[in-house]
């Protein structure tokens, strides 16, 4: 935990359920920030989230992370949520 109130979730995965997994994140709510990093730790994407970006400025990332998903095997998305 960074902060007090934050908790960082992490998750390993191939790259093909890379966007199915972001979206299940985000509709769980309660995420601040998601980032992408490869296998090496570098990172990809870093997407801040705020309460009113879940709507139509979120679809710009999601088609950035289907075409990272295509280009990555396995990838670590870090999930840094607020505690409730």
């Known amino acids: ?10 998750f390993q995965l191939n790259g093909d ?16 920030r998601i ?5 090496e730790g570098k990172t990809l994407i870093d997407i801040p989230l705020t309460m ?4 139509a400025l979120l679809l710009p990332q999601l088609a ?8 990555v095997g ?3 998305l870090l999930v840094e949520r607020e505690e409730e």
Do not use: D, N, P, S
């Open 1 to 10: 935990m960074t902060e007090e109130g934050i908790r960082i979730e992490e």
């Open 35 to 39: 980032v992408i990093k490869t296998e």
């Open 74 to 76: 396995r990838c670590t």
């Open 52 to 55: 009113g970006v879940l709507g």
């Open 64 to 71: 950035a992370l289907g075409t990272i998903a295509a280009m």
């Open 17 to 32: 359920v890379l966007v199915a997994k972001v979206k299940e994140v985000v509709h769980g709510g309660q995420v601040r």
